[in-house]
T-cell receptor, first 116, second 113 residues
Framework: AQKITQTQPGMFVQEKEAVTLDCTYDTSDQSYGLFWYKQPSSGEMIFLIYQGSYDEQNATEGRYSLNFQKARKSANLVISASQLGDSAMYFCAMRGYTGTASKLTFGTGTRLQVTL | AAGVIQSPRHLIKEKRETATLKCYPI?????VYWYQQGPGQDPQFLIS???????DKGSIPDRFSAQQFSDYHSELNMSSLELGDSALYFC????????????FGPGTRLTVT
């Protein structure tokens, strides 16, 4: 079984500052993937970034980077230079690589509010 | 680029009615997933299909059924609707040729009154 834990229900950050959203995971799979999704108030799920369990380097996508610490089983999302449009719910998710159609398991999410 | 299409985007039903949600995956994607997201909740996996066969099943009620058709579109059929079925229903698709990403549709917001 896979489990994702996001311990921050809500976070505030000032515009142009960096913010870290925490995510820890638990799995018995040797090979897995970790994802971050953004869900604005409009409801769609927007893929942000992916980290494979065997990737040696931390993933980066523009202003998003994933701080992957495999031994600690953490996959924190770092957003640099926050913008007002970053205000949304953020979900960490995990996918195993067993079977032909491995589902995503989500954490409970962190609601980020960017302030002026 | 083509995205996952879901219809309808919004649906209002009464208790005990039935509902059918449709999902059109990205062309050449062979795998479809359905997720249910209740108000203030994280998405929960319902069911998935690979090459038109059910491949995995999550917390899907017996009142729900789903299938994937020959053109790869999928339908989620929901009967005897309950108030607790009110949620955002996502469809996602991917191709096993890709390494990781599931592409989510915009979701269908179902309200049961």
């Amino acid at each position: 079984a896979q489990k994702i834990t996001q311990t921050q229900p809500g976070m505030f950050v000032q515009e142009k500052e960096a913010v870290t959203l925490d995510c820890t995971y638990d799995t018995s799979d040797q090979s897995y993937g970790l994802f971050w999704y953004k869900q604005p108030s409009s409801g769609e799920m927007i893929f942000l970034i992916y980290q494979g369990s065997y990737d040696e380097q931390n993933a980066t996508e523009g202003r998003y980077s994933l701080n992957f610490q495999k031994a600690r089983k953490s996959a924190n999302l770092v957003i640099s230079a926050s913008q007002l449009g970053d205000s949304a719910m953020y979900f960490c998710a995990m996918r195993g690589y067993t079977g032909t159609a491995s589902k995503l398991t989500f954490g409970t999410g962190t609601r980020l509010q960017v302030t002026l | 680029a083509a995205g996952v299409i879901q219809s309808p985007r919004h649906l209002i039903k009464e208790k005990r009615e039935t509902a059918t949600l449709k999902c059109y995956p990205i062309p050449r994607h062979d795998t479809v997933y359905w997720y249910q997201q209740g108000p203030g909740q994280d998405p929960q996996f319902l069911i998935s299909f690979y090459e038109k066969m059910q491949s995995d099943k999550g917390s899907i009620p017996d009142r729900f059924s789903a299938q994937q058709f020959s053109d790869y579109h999928s339908e989620l059929n929901m009967s005897s609707l309950e108030l607790g079925d009110s949620a955002l229903y996502f469809c996602a698709s991917r191709t096993t040729g890709q390494s990781y990403e599931q592409y989510f549709g915009p979701g269908t917001r179902l309200t049961v009154t």
